[in-house]
């Protein structure tokens, strides 16, 4: 197919080994690339006995048909394995300039499986692979590592790696690439499933083309729409995506007190909001590779604020979770455990979830000063929160017990910790409250890898955005019930597909809709599409990546959220007292995908998917 460099890269790290395989193109037909040709690949070579950081399992780098193309916002590539933090089938998604390089490397992809006798690191340029000893960079954090790589390969190269957390198989480190910029596939601990292979980095690098269909009239789709996407998502040039933060917490959205607190809590949101630490630190703005809304941002606080150099400025999701959620309103603090998390390798979003359970335990006693080394872990303390985060990244005293996630350390710690562990299959939450977006609510309940804001998106098509090809002529009201499951169902399909074309959900805030993806996906492939195949592709991909989840468990039971969010309402001025109806918009939701009551796939939605008929360790599907 044209828009592909019609390559995998193989690597068996048990023999040191790799070969070059052909792009099945019915796959890539089927499944389009990044997240859905992952997906596939995973469930043909894994399956729900797969020990997550056994040798067995499989990480898989993929791009799709947009990377290398002018479209825009397409230097991405997803991560993809079994996840040691869920169990389940594990995503993680980055930006920045990593995906780019590795197709005009050569290839489209790189699946990895088997275990090094010692840390290597992959260095693939033009085509060419080299497995290189990375015994003198183990155990160094993730911006000294990526120095240290480029120093020995190219000043081009683009480096994905981990940081000491990845190799402590901490089951929610993360991949980091594009050095300082911090950009990470960060959720599902697949970071830690590169270090279970001692597999320290992957360094790509090339300047090799490939043919596309239509290179002239995609062009002129892109300069015409270009002058708009600038404009309609202004806000994200300007402040990032921790711009939204006062106006999440007006909405009843942001975490407070481990959500548990339903308050207001204005004072805080201000003190920390993208705006305020621009307008007190800002140097400059960055972007990932071909994007015009450049929502990065650097900072540089003031000498002996305990970070000397340029800093990355929080996104939106680790100011919410390691702030407002532990109630720490300290700007400073917040971007100093940020860039701590990233030099280690550990997920934002997760590390401030299982610190504000931790705060928690610590309030009712579960956890004792004596258990901390005398950290006070209390709310709001933030250098508690700078003090965890070293003792999680080291693996030593409380860090222990937190860095098995909040799932495995309330089940650790007993005592009815589970009732305030807010998670999803075992993943923390994103920063979006489902009792202010009840299709949210949803979504978070069902995504294939826990409680991801990104499998759907919903909360957004609540709030700000339309998609009127499929249904959603404006955003709806959050508090609606009906129709809320099919919502979800057809934003987890949308979402599917753009994260296997592969794009940055933020063009749609640009005004960038699926006719305009389809158009351009034609224009590169020379494939035409119209709309009904394209959510079908999306529902295949999701329906793939559910009955994977099947043969590890998952049913009905699994599609929950945690009783604190069904059970609290906020209490906010201005605040709804709403609570998701989580059992009405379910049955809504598995009659729209033709699942069973049960949450499991039919066999008839199967077949009209064309989804091969793999058994599950459950049975056959039904």
């Known amino acids: 197919m044209l828009g592909y460099m019609n390559r995998l890269l193989h690597v068996d790290l048990s023999r040191m080994s790799f070969e070059t395989c052909e792009l099945d193109q019915d796959d890539a037909r089927d499944y389009i690339g990044g997240s859905g040709l992952a997906a596939k690949i995973l469930y043909d070579e894994t399956d729900g006995g797969t020990d997550p950081l056994g040798p067995e399992n499989v990480i898989i780098f993929m791009t799709g048909p947009y990377t290398g193309t002018r479209a825009l916002s397409s230097s991405r590539h997803v991560v993809v394995a079994k996840s040691p933090l869920t169990g389940l089938f594990g995503e993680a998604n980055s930006g920045g300039s990593w995906a780019e390089e590795l197709k005009k490397s050569g290839f489209d992809g790189i699946t990895v499986e088997g275990m090094a006798s010692k840390p290597v690191y992959l260095w693939i340029h033009n085509g060419e692979v080299e497995l290189r000893p990375a015994e003198h960079i183990w155990g160094k954090d993730t911006f000294t590592t990526d120095a240290i790589v480029k120093s020995e390969t190219s000043r081009q190269a683009v480096v994905a790696c981990i940081g000491p957390a990845g190799e402590k198989l901490i089951p929610f480190s993360v991949i980091l690439n594009d050095g300082v910029h911090a950009r990470t596939a960060s959720r599902c601990g697949l970071g830690a499933v590169m270090g279970s292979k001692y597999l320290k980095a992957v360094a790509v690098a090339g300047d090799l083309d490939f043919p596309i269909y239509d290179p002239e009239s995609l062009k002129r789709s892109i300069r015409g729409v270009a002058k708009e996407v600038v404009t309609r998502s202004v806000g994200l040039r300007l402040f990032g995506t921790a711009g939204g933060l006062v106006g999440s917490e007006a909405r009843g959205g942001l975490p407070l007190k481990n959500w548990g607190y339903s308050g207001r809590w204005e004072e805080g949101a201000a003190k920390i909001t993208g705006a305020t630490i621009l307008e007190a630190y800002k140097t400059d703005d960055y972007r990932c590779r071909r994007c015009m809304i450049r929502c990065g941002k650097n900072v540089r606080l003031p000498e002996g604020a305990g970070v000397g150099e340029e800093q990355a400025v929080p996104e939106y999701e680790s100011l919410a979770l390691l702030g407002s959620n532990c109630l720490i309103d300290d700007p400073v603090a917040l971007i100093r455990a940020n860039d701590l998390c990233n030099r280690y390798g550990l997920d934002t979003m997760t590390t401030g979830g299982v610190i504000a359970f931790g705060m928690e335990a610590f309030e009712r006693g579960l956890i004792s000063p004596q258990d901390t080394d005398g950290i006070d872990l209390c709310w709001g303390n933030a250098e508690a929160l700078i003090q965890t985060i070293h003792k999680i990244g080291q693996q030593s005293g409380i860090g222990r017990l937190l860095g098995l996630g909040t799932r495995g350390a309330a089940a650790e710690l007993g005592q009815n910790a589970e009732e305030f562990a807010i998670h999803v299959k075992g993943l923390e939450f994103p920063a979006h409250d489902p009792r202010a977006y009840n299709a949210g609510g949803v979504n978070l309940a069902t995504s294939n890898i826990g409680a991801s804001h990104q499998c759907g998106f919903s909360h957004a098509f609540e709030r700000d955005l339309s998609a009127p090809e499929i249904g959603i002529p404006s955003p709806t009201d ?4 009906e129709g809320k499951g099919v919502l979800a169902a057809k934003s987890q399909n949308y979402m599917g597909m753009i994260d296997s074309l592969i794009t940055c959900k933020f063009v749609m805030y640009g005004g960038i809709g699926i006719s305009t993806m389809i158009e351009w996906y034609r224009q590169i492939t020379g494939r ?40 609290l309402p906020k209490s906010g001025d201005g605040h709804s007292p709403n609570l998701p109806h989580l059992g009405r918009m379910l ?32 049975g056959s599907f039904r």
């Open 587 to 618: 049955h809504e939701y598995y009659q729209y995908r033709g699942w069973s009551e049960d949450g499991i796939p039919t066999r008839e939605k199967l077949d009209d998917l064309g989804i091969s008929g793999k058994e599950c360790r459950q």
């Open 528 to 567: 035409a599409m119209d709309v009904d195949e394209f959510m079908k592709a999306g529902e295949r991909i999701f329906n793939t990546k559910r009955i994977y989840n099947v043969d590890c468990g998952i049913s009905r039971k699994d599609d929950t959220l945690p009783q604190r969010i069904l059970t």
């Open 478 to 481: 959050p508090f609606e019930i």
